[in-house]
């Protein structure tokens, strides 16, 4: 009887035992499901708002090239409706010129077609560009002459001979590491933008 009782209480205790592991094992199963379902809810939301950062951008970005557009068929206009009176003139028999004149006519042709032509290659560029995240800044450039070169080069557009000037803090030798193309760039256009609005300031005085 006693071996029985033994047997018994062995047989309870191996139960017990193996329901013990079983109810481990799920507990373990469920902690590891839950765990797993947070860790799937954390990175959807982590996609959820790198979703909503890409849309933000890119309804910025279209807003951007709205806003670009806008601008760029406000700036050639203008130039082109120099373009387009200049020539009717110079090329009508009727109308009697002096050869100052028309210089000074083809001149102006000439600069505006300049400035059409840097707006259409602004345009490409952005065309070309549209993808790049950033620029590499690969190029070594001494900033004096770079700066020097940009100013002597913008000089055509400078129809109303307005005093440009450059003035440095550093040495001759100064150099920077960055994108030689698109400081240029940059350059360039704040320059054109600076002569455009000198020159309707111009021509509001007059």
Do not use: W
């Not at 708002?49 to 807003?63: F, G, H, N, T, Y």
């Not at 670009?68 to 200049?86: A, C, M």
């Not at 300049?114 to 490409?124: D, M, Y």
């Not at 803090?169 to 698109?182: C, H, L, P, S, Y």
């Amino acid at each position: 009887t006693l071996e029985k009782e033994k047997e018994a209480t062995k047989r309870q205790n191996m139960l017990l035992s193996i329901t013990i592991i079983l109810l481990l094992a799920a507990l373990g199963l469920v902690i590891s499901r839950y765990l797993m379902r947070r860790r799937l809810q954390k990175q959807l939301v982590k996609k959820n708002k790198e979703l909503e950062i890409a849309l933000m951008r890119a309804e910025e970005s279209d807003r951007m090239k709205t806003s670009f557009i806008e601008h760029v068929s406000h700036e050639i206009r203008t130039p082109l409706n120099v373009i387009t009176g200049f020539t009717q003139v110079i090329t009508n028999p009727s109308f009697k010129l002096e050869a100052a004149e028309r210089d000074k006519m083809i001149h102006d042709i000439s600069v505006n077609t300049i400035e059409i032509t840097n707006i259409v290659n602004e345009l490409l560029e952005v065309a070309q560009e549209e993808s790049r995240q950033h620029y590499e800044k690969n190029d070594t450039i001494e900033v004096n002459a770079f700066c020097e070169k940009i100013i002597k080069d913008i000089d055509i557009l400078n129809t109303h001979h307005l005093d440009i000037h450059f003035l440095s803090e550093v040495g001759a030798d100064f150099t920077i590491k960055t994108n030689r193309k698109a400081l240029e760039k940059i350059l360039r256009q704040l320059l054109e933008n600076a002569l455009k609005s000198k020159r309707k300031k111009c021509m509001i005085g007059t």
